[in-house]
């Protein structure tokens, strides 16, 4: 194989924006885009891109010869059935985060993978961030030394709309389950224990839905170290997504990207530009190179770097946090192999 045919379900927000990614790539072809909702626009929108195959009908993507791999883009309710199909059809997937909102769905979605022994990349992009690799090859290198604590600051710019939290399977699930992921792609270890405390600050819809919009996660790791992630769904000046992992040696640490460095100093004080808006920009390359290195394990038979397994772990500490969150108290992970 030397290019890797692809079809993508769910031309949503990050459907288009994978679409491109694979477009622009030397390697790829996008082969067939699916929407429940395709419509003369998508239709146009793929012709532009040289997609010639536009269908509401995901079953015809996954049934086609044509197709080696595809792209799960679609709402997280639909990934279970959508990979379980895609794996049967002997098709290697790349499946959007998370992978479920129930840890038992995405085991029987994980066991179907590993049956037809195909590949599942989960879209944990926040790992080709350029600042978070740097911090973790510092880590890794032992330029720190041991890690003590590790800190993860997550907030956006603005709350999602009341449709979208009804839906999202709430904060832990939807938004920290990149920074789950993040402490345990930093630190290296399997989180043991986590305390979640959480607040309703921002809009009371959050309340309307049984989630919360402010949240503070503990974590303990199996190496000893300690975590705190702090997540907020609305930062006044913007998407804030910042890292530190302290060690014996030092600390290793991650600021926000800016469209520019630039400052405007007057007597008044010091203004300089917010950080990049929101995840479309602040991870645009990041979505880039997740798509390059799916491809180019495909095609020369290396393992995915994030795989089903990576998803899995992230979504049992998400539930963790809700159960520790509903009943104010810390909670063990039950151990790996136990559920
Ligand atoms: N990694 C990231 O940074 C990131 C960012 C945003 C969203 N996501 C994830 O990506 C997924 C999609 O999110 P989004 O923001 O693009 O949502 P979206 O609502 O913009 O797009 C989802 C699209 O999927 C379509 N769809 C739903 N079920 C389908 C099915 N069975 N077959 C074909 N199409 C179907 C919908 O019609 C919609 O157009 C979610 O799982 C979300 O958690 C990841």
């Not at 590993?114 to 790992?127: D, E, K, P, T």
């Not at 994030?306 to 909670?331: F, H, T």
Request: proline share 4%.
């Amino acid at each position: 194989m030397n290019k890797v045919r692809v079809g993508i379900i769910g031309a949503g927000r990050i459907g288009k924006i994978h679409a491109d990614n694979l477009i622009r790539h030397p390697q790829a072809e996008v082969v067939a885009i699916s929407d429940l909702f395709a419509n003369p626009s998508l239709e146009s929108w793929a012709h532009q891109r040289g997609i010639l195959n536009v269908t509401r009908d995901s079953g015809e993507i996954l049934s086609r010869n044509d197709i080696d791999a595809v792209y799960i883009c679609s709402s997280t309710d639909s990934h279970v059935e959508l990979i379980k199909i895609a794996a049967g059809q002997g098709k290697h997937i790349f499946c959007e985060k998370p992978l479920s909102m129930d840890i038992e769905q995405t085991q029987e979605a994980i066991a179907a993978v590993n049956r037809a022994g195909v590949q599942l990349q989960v879209g944990f992009n926040r790992r080709f961030d350029h600042n978070f690799k740097r911090v973790r090859e510092h880590v890794q290198t032992g330029a720190i030394g041991d890690t003590h604590v590790i800190k993860i600051t997550s907030r956006d710019p603005g709350p999602p709309p009341a449709s979208y939290i009804e839906v999202s399977g709430g904060i832990f699930m939807d938004m920290m389950i990149h920074d789950f992921d993040m402490a345990r792609f930093l630190t290296g270890s399997e989180v043991e224990e986590v305390y979640a405390q959480g607040s309703v600050l921002i809009d009371p819809v959050f309340a309307a839905y049984g989630d919360v919009d402010t949240s503070v996660v503990t974590l303990r790791f199996a190496n000893g170290a300690l975590g705190v992630i702090d997540c907020s769904r609305k930062a006044v000046y913007g998407y804030d997504q910042r890292v530190e992992v302290f060690g014996s040696k030092g600390s290793a640490s991650a600021a926000n990207d800016f469209p520019s460095t630039a400052a405007l100093c007057t007597e008044e004080g010091v203004i300089s530009d917010k950080p990049l808006h929101f995840f479309l920009e602040r991870y645009q390359a990041a979505y880039v190179e997740e798509t390059q290195r799916f491809i180019h394990c495909l095609l020369n038979g290396e393992p995915v770097p994030v795989n089903g397994l990576d998803g899995w772990q992230a979504e049992r500490i998400a539930r963790a946090a809700k159960l520790s969150l509903q009943e104010g108290r810390p909670v063990k992970l039950p151990p790996i192999g136990s559920g």
